[in-house]
Antibody
Framework: EVQLVESGGGLVKPGSSLKLSCVAS????????MHWIRQAPKKGLEWIAL????????YYADSVKGRFTISRDNSKNTLYLEMNSLRSEDTAMYYC??????WGQGVMVTVSS | DIVLTQAPLSVSVTPGESASISCRSS???????????LYWYLQKPGKSPQLLIY???NLASGVPDRFSGSGSETDFTLKISKVETEDVGVYYC?????????FGAGTKLELK
C-alpha cells in the first residue's frame, strides 16, 4: 500500500523558515517524480514544485521560486520542501504527491505574526 | 500558464441520478506523444485529493466504473452515473502537460 506521510509543519512568523518532510513507503520511491502541492484554507489546489526521480530536474511555481527548494533523499525514501522567507500567503495545507496518483494526508503551515 | 475553467462551481444531485462536470483548457492538452494530460481528482470533506481519472479517460485503480472521463484536446467532461452518498466532495481537473501544472477551481458536489 502506498503511503506518504508529511511532517514538519507549524505556526511560524513572517520571514521565517521551515522544512517539510514526506516519508514514502509501499513503492519504489527512487523511481518516481514527486510533487508538493498546497491548498490555502477554503481555497483550491496550487501545484508548487516537482522533482524528478533522480533529482536531475526541479521545477517551481512562480509564487515560490527563489524561496522554496524541493529535494529528496532516495536512501531514506524522503521528500523535502525547504521554505524560506515565508509570507502570510504561504499559509496552507501542504501535500506531497507521487507523480499524479497518490497524495499524502497533508501538513499545515501557518505564517502569522 | 494553462488556465482550466470548471463548470458548474457547484452541483446538487439526487442520489441515483447522474452528474456531469466540465473542464475547459486555455490550451490543447494533447502532447506530442499523443497523450492527453488531463486528470480528475475528488477531495472528500477533510481528506486529501484522490485520483479518479488519468489521461482524460482512464479509470484509476479502485475507482468505481460509475465514473468516466471524456473530451477533446481542450474540452473535458467528468460524468458520474448513479451518484452515491460517498461521491460528495469537491472535484478538480488538473493538467500535467506543462509547467506550471495547474488545477481548475473545483466543483462542489452535494446531495439533494
Amino acid at each position: 500500500e502506498v503511503q506518504l506521510v508529511e511532517s514538519g509543519g507549524g505556526l511560524v512568523k513572517p520571514g521565517s523558515s521551515l522544512k517539510l518532510s514526506c516519508v514514502a513507503s509501499g513503492f519504489t520511491f527512487s523511481s518516481y517524480g514527486m510533487h508538493w502541492i498546497r491548498q490555502a484554507p477554503k481555497k483550491g489546489l496550487e501545484w508548487i514544485a516537482l522533482i524528478y526521480y533522480d533529482s536531475s530536474n526541479k521545477y517551481y511555481a512562480d509564487s515560490v521560486k527563489g524561496r522554496f527548494t524541493i529535494s529528496r533523499d532516495n536512501s531514506k525514501n524522503t521528500l523535502y520542501l525547504e521554505m524560506n522567507s515565508l509570507r502570510s500567503e504561504d499559509t496552507a495545507m501542504y501535500y506531497c504527491a507521487k507523480v499524479t496518483d497518490y497524495w499524502g494526508q497533508g501538513v499545515m503551515v501557518t505564517v502569522s505574526s | 500558464d494553462i488556465v482550466l475553467t470548471q463548470a458548474p462551481l457547484s452541483v446538487s444531485v439526487t442520489p441515483g441520478e447522474s452528474a456531469s462536470i466540465s473542464c475547459r483548457s486555455s490550451k490543447s492538452l494533447l502532447s506530442s506523444k499523443g497523450i492527453t494530460s488531463l486528470y480528475w481528482y475528488l477531495q472528500k470533506p477533510g481528506k486529501s485529493p484522490q485520483l479518479l481519472i488519468y489521461r482524460m479517460s482512464n479509470l484509476a485503480s479502485g475507482v468505481p466504473d460509475r465514473f468516466s472521463g471524456s473530451g477533446s484536446e481542450t474540452d473535458f467532461t467528468l460524468k458520474i452515473s448513479k451518484v452515491e452518498t460517498e461521491d460528495v466532495g469537491v472535484y478538480y481537473c488538473a493538467q500535467f502537460l506543462e509547467y506550471p501544472y495547474t488545477f481548475g477551481a473545483g466543483t462542489k458536489l452535494e446531495l439533494k
